[in-house]
């Protein structure tokens, strides 16, 4: 089978089109265990999983348990699961001998036997293991999201809950969290516990249930900076500074970074129409006229000594070039530079 991606393996699954060998790997791990645990909700009955429903973890199974597992027969049913989660800790895939027989297996599997091999970072595609999974099963990849197909799915996800989702609200949740989908869809189902019936999720909600205060947060320091507002930027920073817990700077510089990288764009896209700008930016159109107002403010040159400002911010922080390690002191010093 060609390999397949984690919405399409999911598709599969819960029409019950279950595959003796499954190799699920990738470094989106949120996809993995979506994956593992459709897989352990569906393969077997419920009735039958107390005999026939092994779940071991890699850091505590060996390749003789997990085959001894895969070869016996189910108890009076038609099969059983087999799955291994954390498979990425088989310490034992390393040694070619004993890989050798996890594939003698794999290229001769029992059909009453699902065996499942959860493995959160990217398997070898040379070794023979792998192609034998593919062969004689399915491979799963779980790539990484890219941050431009994060708002398609986000508004996907909150839709399929069956609520509603802003523009804004999805701006927010995915500048400020970023391509996390285990905590995405963490942070979306806490404010879906609180929502009222039929509620849609607006910026406002996301403030409230995500922890971002209403008035100063990065979102609003991004505004005052787009606006030239001095005061403002400064109380802003003074507010994320002192409460680092909240506002951690290196989620504060990225947002930035992002912010003003998409403005330098606009600055060097001669089509500057508003549905071009969305396309080029990977932003829905909604956003444009933000990244327009800041190329109104900040001309080329000053696009780009802004970039250079929070690249200096980012090493600070790091401590790779001289001068103030204080996040208090950084983030104000950022607020000067971009201003003036």
Known sequence: MPVLAPEQALKEVKQKKIQPLY????????YVDLLADEIEKVAIPEAEKAFNQVVLYGKEADLGKILNAARRFP??????????????QIKELENKDLN?????YASRPLSSTILVLCYKGSFDARKSLYKTFEKQGVVVQCKKMYDNKLPDWVGE???????????????????????????????IDKILIN?????EITAAIVEKYVGISKEYNVFELQKAL???????SNQIAQYLAANPKENPLPQVLIILYNFFSKTLVVHAT??????NLASVLGVNPFFVKDYLAAARQYPLPQVANVIKALRLADNASKGIEAGSSDENAILRELVFRILH
């Open 157 to 187: 996800y909150t839709r399929a809950q069956g609520t509603k989702i802003s523009i804004k609200a999805i701006q927010m949740l995915v500048e400020y969290i970023g391509n996390d989908l285990k905590r995405l869809t963490s942070e």
């Open 23 to 30: 190799l699920i790997h990738g470094d989106e791990s949120y």
């Open 195 to 199: 929502l009222k019936a039929s509620e």
């Open 226 to 232: 787009t606006q030239r507002d001095v005061v403002k």
């Open 100 to 104: 050798k027989l996890l594939d003698d």
């Open 75 to 88: 108890f009076m049913a038609e099969r059983q699961l087999v799955l291994v989660k954390e498979a990425q």
């Open 270 to 275: 001669k089509d500057k129409s508003e549905g």
